[in-house]
Each structure stands twice: as C-alpha cells, then as structure tokens.
C-alpha cells in the first residue's frame, strides 16, 4: 500500500478552561489515503475543524503525531512545504480590501520568486477552473454573491496546486441549487487535478455526493473510518441519529445508484 497522505496516531487535544481540562481528543488514529474524498463528521465538540487546523500546522495537539504527505506536520510551517495543503474557510476568509484576483493571487504573491504577469496569469487559470468568467476578476468580495466567495476561496486554495484539500463546511450557507453546483465543480476538479480531500460539513446531501469514505468522531475519537454504506450500517447513537433520520434516508435514497455508496 502507497504511503497515506495524513496519518495521524494517539493524537490527544486538550484545552485548558480555568482550572479545568477539557479533553476533546483522545487516543485518536485517522488515515487517509491518496485520491480519497474523506467526510469527517460527527456532534458538537467533537474536533472536527480542530482536527483540520491540526492537519494544516495551526494548532498543536497535547500529544500524538501528524504526519503530512510524509512529512510532520510541524514542517509545513517552513518555506514551500504550505504550498502542499490547500485550505477552503468555511466564510470563505477573503481579504475584503483585495479584488477577487488579489485574492486568489496572494499565496503566489507571498513566494516573492515570480513575476507578476505569471502570477496573475495563474491566478486567472484558477478563475476560470472554478467556473468564473474572467470579468470577475477585479470585484471586490463585497460585490460576490455566497457561491462566487466560495469559487475565489477555492481558487485561492488551489493556486499552488496543491495534493491535498481541507475543506470546513463547504456547502455551508449556499442555496441547495448553489450546494449542488458546487458539489459538482469540487467533483470534477477532484478528478482533475488527482486530489485528496479532507472536508468538515454536517450537510448530509455532500456527505453522500461527494465522500469516498466518512469518518466518524465520538467519544473523543474516530470510532469508524470506511466507505458511507458501512459507516450508515455501524451500530452507534449518533450514527443512528445523524444518518438514519428523515434528512438522512432522504439523502441516501436520492442518491443510491452512486458508487461511493459502496
């Protein structure tokens, strides 16, 4: 077997609240393979978007290892090595004072190696991959509807062209054309460009639309990591809950025929 993309063992997170300690991780272990699109889902306080700022270096767990493509996770602080990891905030975190381009522009910018008709030919590439037309490029994020924010953070997030997603909430906010629009778009760049996704979101309709395999975090871990129809069949209350509701079924019986259902 290739060596995984994330590979995170033992891994503890404990937050100080006064006196008191809360343990939010414990003993965790998740793998994710190359080429995956993994769900990570699960209830409130549960680490879900911790564990995403965790993958990306921004958080520092209490104990445990997080290992990166190959590398640890303390190293994509160093030069270069963020390039490697693309990251979609659930807001969408624009710059409000840079136009869209500025934006999508910025990690190039940081590098300081390129010149600037290169950079801002790439980050026009990156516009039009996520469906924008090149007329978008000096609006400013006050002037973009939820969808288009979503499409220029995404491109921002895919400028270095990077192996591996993360994604909180992608969907979050959209209408449910908008959702299924950008469901489709993060589909075919996922095939594309060869990615590994790694996505937050409690929308069940992505969850079955998207995910290869779903993990599931509760009692301070992952308690199943596997392909949806497995995890669906897990005896667990809050798998039972969370999948097997009106929503849910709904959701699964739209989508039955897809092959990630498998």
């Known amino acids: 077997?290739?060596?995984?993309?994330?590979?995170?063992?033992?891994?503890?997170?404990?937050?100080?609240n006064g006196d008191k300690q809360a343990v939010i991780h414990q003993d965790l272990d998740l793998t994710v393979q190359r080429g995956e699109v993994l769900s990570l889902v699960g209830g409130s306080g549960t680490g879900k978007t911790v564990l995403l700022r965790q993958m990306l270096g921004l958080e520092i767990p209490a104990r445990g290892t997080i290992t990166v493509l190959g590398r640890p996770?303390?190293?994509l602080g160093q030069r270069g090595a963020a390039s490697?990891?693309?990251?979609?905030?659930?807001?969408?975190?624009?710059f409000s004072a840079f136009t869209v381009l500025e934006n999508i522009a910025f990690p190039l910018r940081e590098l300081g190696v390129l010149p600037a008709g290169l950079i801002r030919?790439?980050?026009?590439?990156?516009?039009?991959m996520v469906g924008l037309p090149p007329e978008a490029a000096d609006k400013m994020p006050s002037d973009l509807s939820g969808g288009m924010i979503k499409r220029v953070a995404l491109a921002r997030a895919l400028i270095m062209d990077p192996p591996l997603l993360l994604l909180d909430e992608p969907t979050a906010g959209l209408d449910p054309e908008s959702s299924d629009s950008f469901c489709a778009l993060l589909r075919s760049l996922h095939?594309?460009?060869?990615?590994?996704?790694i996505m937050v979101t409690h929308d069940l309709d992505t969850i079955f639309e998207l995910s290869t395999?779903?993990?599931v975090l509760a009692e301070?871990?992952?308690?199943i990591n596997a392909a949806p129809r497995q995890v669906v069949a897990f005896e667990h209350p809050f798998i039972r809950e969370f999948f097997l509701g009106e929503r849910g079924r709904r959701a699964m019986a739209l989508l039955a025929p897809s092959p990630q259902l498998l």
């Open 191 to 197: 095939e594309a460009m060869g990615l590994t996704v």
């Open 84 to 94: 490697r990891v693309g990251m979609l905030f659930q807001q969408g975190a624009l």
């Open 121 to 128: 030919d790439a980050a026009m590439v990156k516009l039009q």
């Open 73 to 75: 996770v303390a190293e």
């Open 220 to 223: 301070h871990k992952v308690i």
């Open 213 to 215: 395999r779903i993990a």
């Open 1 to 16: 077997m290739t060596e995984p993309v994330v590979d995170i063992r033992q891994l503890w997170t404990v937050f100080q």
